[in-house]
């Protein structure tokens, strides 16, 4: 019987869900349909697999062809059908062996030549079709993401003509060197070092305690005190990724188009929209839904500068994603999940003159620039601190003498590794449940704390959050317990808490 069914992989958000490739020949006049809830590109392939067949030196069918991408209720898009199908007309039309294909997945889009050419998103594909332990022959231009996967069964096409030649059982492809070794890479090439920033003792040690706990930091300051310069050097205290973190992170760029390097693999990423970004390109979305910033800052840092210049309505729809880890997309083609636990690092004036003491800007108006951050925005801050002018003389001083990030990132990584022992998790993710159990607050410490919330206007949620900077805090003083000296410190770091306090008085 003229069928042949050939397996490949749809793109469903981070997922790769099978999907098989029916070709039927059958008589009558020449025609070939595509049925499946193909999208336009997908529709394009008719004509780019006749095209390719043909300039291959194939015998194109003239008979009634008739593809089905089944399921038929999960959408197709993108040129990554145009190699299945041809195969599938091929073998339909004997013109390869219809056992060749068992147990292989087909994935790649074809020129008009013939030639396999690099698609976009794989990673999920290998991933997937690893677990499955199937023979998977994809682009040679896609053998980077093949080898952050490290799958021996993938195989490397380049043409229809060595693709068929395999098939016949003539030859060989190419598959992966089980002999790589990875690329270590220059750390200090690609970040500075925390020893350069003059002074900001304060904001040093925030970002210290932030880094430690994964906790979400907020700098307010004139123009030019260095929050810019200290939120890129946190990423050298953060310690590398895990391999299944890194290829979860490598996944989730992949899907969006962005290809990680091998050399890049296990670094953390670090993510700067401008403030002119939109609700869609933060978030993710679009018709074919896509990851958005937030989601490309997944494992890593989400730094937004200028934070009080992003469109309130922009900055609310971060609001859910910080406190689940993942964001959820809805469209009527599909609903996407895609993992968000980043660690947001944001940096703003204190009023819209840039200093709160120049005078130019009056107590109303510094009042509407900050009310463009919502206050369950703000209360998503674990740590809000000053990064003040530098005082006269410090520029100049010859004595400069600061701790490297190397000697700051050890204690970083000895305060992570007491947490994970601890409790499983980070601090910035202990439930109330867990800070009681494993917290080891004292009774009359945790007393004087809900009192200052409460003098502090503050809401549960920044009471928990407290409790968990002052356990960060202990942790880099490598204490058991939680003091209150660590708890009046946690208290120390809610300076828009105090300029907001200051202003409602004048």
């Not at 973190?245 to 091998?262: C, R, T």
Request: aromatic share 4%.
């Amino acid at each position: 019987m003229p069928i042949a069914c050939v397996a490949t992989r749809a793109s469903h958000g981070v997922e790769a869900p099978p999907v098989q490739v029916e070709v039927h020949l059958s008589n009558g006049l020449p025609a070939f349909n595509l049925v499946g809830l193909p999208e336009a590109s997908v529709k394009e392939a008719k004509e780019r697999v006749r095209s390719a067949l043909i300039n291959a030196g194939f015998e194109f069918p003239m008979r009634r062809i008739t593809v089905n991408l089944a399921p038929a209720d999960l959408p197709k898009q993108g040129g990554r059908y145009d190699l299945p199908i041809a195969i599938g007309i091929l073998a339909a039309s004997k013109q390869i062996p219809l056992d060749s294909i068992k147990h292989h997945e087909f994935v790649g889009e074809l020129a008009l030549s013939g030639q396999i050419r690099f698609c976009q998103g794989l990673l999920p594909v290998i991933v997937d079709a690893s677990k499955q332990n199937s023979i998977l022959v994809l682009p040679t231009e896609n053998r980077e993401d093949a080898e952050l996967v490290g799958f021996e069964r993938v195989r490397f096409a380049t043409h229809l003509h060595s693709l068929a030649a395999y098939l016949h059982g003539q030859s060989s492809l190419p598959s992966i060197d089980p002999s790589l070794e990875w690329l270590q890479p220059d750390d200090t090439t690609q970040q500075s070092c925390m020893s350069e920033v003059i002074g900001q003792h304060q904001a040093k040690q925030a970002l210290e305690i932030a880094a430690a706990g994964n906790h979400n930091l907020l700098m307010l300051g004139p123009p030019g005190t260095g929050k810019t310069m200290l939120a890129s050097r946190i990423m050298k205290l953060l310690p590398r990724l895990a391999y299944n973190e890194a290829l979860e992170v490598a996944a989730i760029h992949s899907v969006a188009g962005h290809n990680i390097k091998p050399v890049n693999f296990y670094q953390r990423p670090f993510r700067s929209p401008h403030h002119t970004c939109s609700a869609i390109s933060l978030v993710g979305g679009g018709a074919q839904p896509k990851p958005g910033e937030i989601s490309l800052a997944h494992r890593g840092v989400l730094f937004l500068d200028e934070v009080a210049e992003f469109p309130r309505k922009v900055l609310d729809c971060l609001r859910e994603p910080m406190e689940t880890g993942e964001v959820s997309i809805s469209r009527a083609a599909a609903k996407l999940t895609f993992s968000s636990r980043f660690q947001l690092i944001a940096a703003m004036n204190p009023s819209p003159c840039g200093d709160a003491d120049n005078g130019r800007s009056t107590p109303e108006q510094i009042q509407r620039y900050l009310s463009k951050l919502s206050g369950p925005f703000l209360d998503r801050f674990d740590l809000t601190i000053d990064v003040p002018k530098l005082p006269l003389g410090v520029l100049n001083n010859q004595d400069h003498q600061a701790e490297t990030s190397d000697e700051i990132a050890q204690r970083v990584n000895l305060a992570r590794e007491r947490q994970l022992a601890r409790s499983g998790v980070l601090n910035c993710q202990l439930s109330g449940k867990q800070l009681k159990q494993d917290g080891k607050f004292n009774d009359k410490d945790l007393l004087f704390l809900e009192q200052s919330v409460n003098q502090l206007g503050l809401s549960v949620r920044s009471y928990h959050r407290l409790q968990r900077v002052a356990r960060t805090i202990a942790d880099l003083k490598l204490e058991a317990n939680v003091s209150r000296s660590h708890i009046a410190q946690a208290l120390g770091y809610r300076a828009m808490d105090r300029l907001l306090t200051s202003l409602s008085k004048q």
